[in-house]
């Protein structure tokens, strides 16, 4: 069946989005077809303003102004502690949790030669410079448990002075979680971050 020519574009553009098909497109599409056009102009407005939003000029993530709701506040920006993220939702689960109360740096991705990512691609060089111009003196790595990941934070480790406390944040068996449903990378993770109990 050939559909009408708006409804294609908005089902192809739609499909950009990762993690949606065809399928799942046109259900979402046709539900916004029943939107009135006063809702359909509050979405469209909403889509384009995402035009104007920024970087944050010291973490890296998105914001309306040159500083992020976090960096514009004085004792987050005064910790002592930064917490270097991947990516902008590794940020925001992070931040959702409530338990950190430093600031965040953004590395948007891990080390990867053979795509050609190295230092200069990813935002280690600011990194670097932010953590000595700012005095801070621990950094808390929470990227992700890969092959790319551990050369990220190895590259980091290396090119920090020696004063300054480098964590990784733990990785593991989650809660009400079962041995014989993990992968063998969780389980040697969990080892490795064991801890002696009292």
């Known amino acids: ?16 989005i990762p993690g949606v098909g065809e399928k799942t497109a046109l259900r979402q599409i046709l539900t916004i077809c029943r939107w009135d056009k006063e809702q359909l102009g509050a979405l469209g407005k909403s889509l384009i303003n995402l035009g104007n939003l920024a ?3 010291i973490c890296g993530f998105y914001t309306d102004e040159d500083l992020c ?3 514009s506040n004085e004792a987050r920006r005064e910790h002592e502690s930064i917490c270097v993220v991947e990516t902008i939702t590794d940020f925001i689960a992070i931040e959702n949790s409530q338990t950190f109360k430093g600031s965040y740096h953004i590395l948007g991705g891990v080390l990867n030669p053979l795509l050609g990512i190295g230092p200069d691609e990813l935002r280690i060089p600011e990194l670097i410079k932010r ?7 621990e950094i808390i790595l929470a990227v992700n448990p890969s092959v790319e990941g551990d050369a990220t934070c190895s590259y980091i480790h290396q090119e920090l002075p020696e004063d300054i406390k480098v964590e990784r944040i733990g990785f593991g068996i989650p809660m009400g979680g079962s041995l014989e449903y993990l992968d063998s990378l969780t389980i040697s993770k ?8 009292d």
Do not use: D, F, Y
């Open 1 to 16: 069946m050939e559909l009408p020519e708006s409804l294609k574009t908005a089902v192809s553009q739609m499909t950009k």
């Open 131 to 137: 953590i000595i111009g700012e005095g801070k003196k």
């Open 69 to 71: 709701q976090v960096c």
């Open 55 to 57: 970087s944050c000029g």
């Open 190 to 197: 969990a080892l490795e971050n064991r801890k002696r109990l």
